[in-house]
């Protein structure tokens, strides 16, 4: 129906009313003139306001600044109240877009999405109040919910303090709030009983048993829960506020987390320290990497090593195959095609960008913007986005086995023996070199000069500026590489225990740098050149002078170590008994 305008400047004409109650109303609005715009808007009309306009105004337009909640357009004041228009959002509802059942993966996009929304509305102390299915719009499977009809007429006080309420779904809405009490638990209690219906279709009044006196809903779900997803869920709807979650802060971290233990958390396992060799550490310089030259020991008096505090161990439940260090930044890919990051600098949690079906094989993150790459079985190339935790566009290359960042490209190596140039930015074919016979088994680069070693028992150098080969080094099987900043030294390591450095000005002669007892597996030189880590399929992990070969330090290390990432002063290693080591130098 059409009604009288809702201000005094005629702006807009009332088209249906969406609800009513003891503080204010809700309707739906049409513009009046072709120039106004939006045409359509939801208009709440404030019966006895608690602040000042232009204060609420500036508040409301902060809080509309998120995507996924409704922007308010325009507020005026009569003697009426206040009137607030916010944007129509005329997408479908949630549940029409996608019907339920979801899967427990979608329920866990979708939950951390919304958690989100809540954590950006309370931070102004508003309580949404009325969270229900209706009241979430969508407009594609593949597109953020937005969370609308916002309850605005109160805001919680700094203390806290429930607010005193009416209204709401009593399908959806908290044990307290049908006590005419409301708080940020509240809502937090009303979006796991939406996430659980999505789950199973049905009405929160079925999935709990009055004469058990408990949930119901995990034994409606065939397929089983992750243990973070049933962790959030079961304490999202604790009916006691004791036992709930307080904030969507902490919903967010425990939801973050996956089957590993968290990073930073109070149940992380600290480790013993760790004995370290009393080995001189001198002068270091990256010119030169010749393990010739080594000096022999100094007296023990006056010896110094590099010491290593051992900071965490965790989990993953499986083998983690690839690590990749940015700044703090440490980033996991795992056999199963896991793929974990975390912020080391932040006191962040081990949390998952995604899962898939493959080993993952590699990891390199963009040097300028946050974004990862993985390398994965599954033939894929896989961009992620660090900010939204997005998967992104995936290039397709059989049987990827290595990745390298030398801006413009991005360099990946497969199992055909090929490693293909790609366009950093638009992630198209620039070049591809070929010469390989067999499986590449990793590649190494400065930014100017590419090493690679296969299958075929090969070393190739290669010139990423000239897009050409320059060396072919026949070499035993080998399946660690390492590259010198400077380009012109190679670190090799193979199954005999032997590590080799050939240098590029004398291609037929190498230096031994070491042989240990067991098959090399990982190397991982500093980006000063002074230090390098060195895994093996033993139990310790050694790292070495680079100017001298003297190895400086040797570390207890979990069964067969499988990856290392390391900066000189933050170590990583992963091991075949699907334990992490973050280690740290100290002075």
């Known amino acids: 129906m059409k009604d009288e305008p809702c201000n005094g400047k005629g702006r807009y004409d009332r088209v249906e009313s969406l609800g009513k109650g003891r503080s204010g109303q809700t309707y739906l609005a049409r513009a009046t003139a072709s120039n106004f715009s939006p045409e359509l808007v939801v208009i709440k009309q404030i019966y006895q306001p608690q602040e000042p306009l232009e204060a609420l105004i500036q508040r409301l337009r902060a809080v509309g600044k998120h995507p996924q909640l409704p922007a308010l357009v325009v507020g005026w004041q009569t003697s009426e109240g206040q009137f607030l228009a916010f944007e129509y959002i005329s997408y479908p509802r949630l549940t029409q877009t996608e019907p339920p059942p979801w899967s427990p993966g979608q329920v866990k996009l979708w939950l951390l999405s919304l958690l989100r929304v809540l954590e950006h509305l309370h931070s102004f102390r508003l309580i949404h109040g009325d969270i229900r299915p209706a009241n979430i719009r969508q407009d594609s499977v593949h597109r953020p919910s937005i969370l609308v009809d916002l309850r605005i007429t109160q805001r919680l006080a700094k203390q806290k303090v429930a607010l005193s309420v009416s209204g709401g779904d009593a399908a959806y809405g908290a044990p307290e709030q049908a006590l005419g009490k409301l708080t940020y638990a509240s809502d937090l209690y009303s979006l796991g009983l939406v996430a659980i219906h999505l789950m199973t279709g049905l009405s929160p009044f079925d999935l709990y048993s009055v004469a058990d006196n408990r949930w119901i809903w995990l034994d409606l779900i065939a397929e089983p829960l992750p243990k973070n997803l049933d962790t959030v869920l079961q304490k999202l709807l604790e009916r006691s506020l004791e036992n709930r979650y307080t904030s969507a802060a902490q919903a967010i971290r425990d939801l973050k987390k996956t089957s590993v233990l968290s990073l930073l958390d109070k149940a992380r396992t600290l480790l013993p320290s760790p004995a370290s060799l009393s080995i001189p550490l001198q002068s270091l310089t990256p010119k030169t990497f010749s393990p010739s030259s080594a000096p022999s020991a100094l007296p023990a008096s006056s010896a110094l090593s590099v010491h290593w505090q051992p900071l965490y161990q965790f989990t993953t439940n499986s083998i983690a195959t690839a690590l990749t260090l940015q700044g703090k930044k440490l980033a996991v890919g795992t056999n199963t095609g896991d793929v974990f990051v975390c912020d080391l600098a932040i006191d962040d949690e081990l949390y998952a960008l995604g899962s898939g079906r493959d080993r993952i094989h590699a990891l390199a993150f963009h040097p300028q913007h946050p974004s990862l790459y993985s390398a994965s079985s599954d033939g894929t190339v ?164 680079g100017s001298s070969g003297q190895c400086v330090s040797e570390l207890t290390q979990g069964w067969g170590v499988v990856a290392i990432a390391f900066d000189g002063y933050t170590l990583v290693s992963s091991s075949q008994d699907e334990t992490i080591t973050v280690w740290q130098r100290q002075p």
């Open 382 to 545: 896989t961009l992620w986005d660090l900010l939204s935790g997005q998967r992104g566009p995936a290039l397709r290359q059989p049987q990827p086995t290595d990745l390298a960042i030398a801006p413009p490209y991005l360099i990946v190596s497969d199992g055909t023996g090929h490693i293909t140039l790609w366009d950093l930015e638009t992630l198209t074919q620039r070049h591809c070199f070929n010469q390989h016979q067999d499986w590449v088994a990793g590649i190494a680069t400065n930014g100017h000069r590419l090493a690679s070693i296969s299958r075929d028992r090969t070393l190739r150098l290669w010139s990423l500026e000239e897009l050409r080969l320059l060396e072919t080094i026949p070499i035993r099987q080998c399946s660690a590489l390492a590259l010198h900043p400077g380009g012109h030294h190679v670190i090799i390591g193979n199954d005999q225990g032997q590590v080799d450095v050939w240098h590029g000005d004398n291609p037929t002669a190498l230096d031994r740098l070491c042989t240990l007892e067991d098959g090399v597996t990982a190397l991982a030189l500093s980006p000063d050149a002074r230090l390098l880590a060195v895994g093996t399929d033993g139990n310790l992990l050694r790292v070495y002078r």
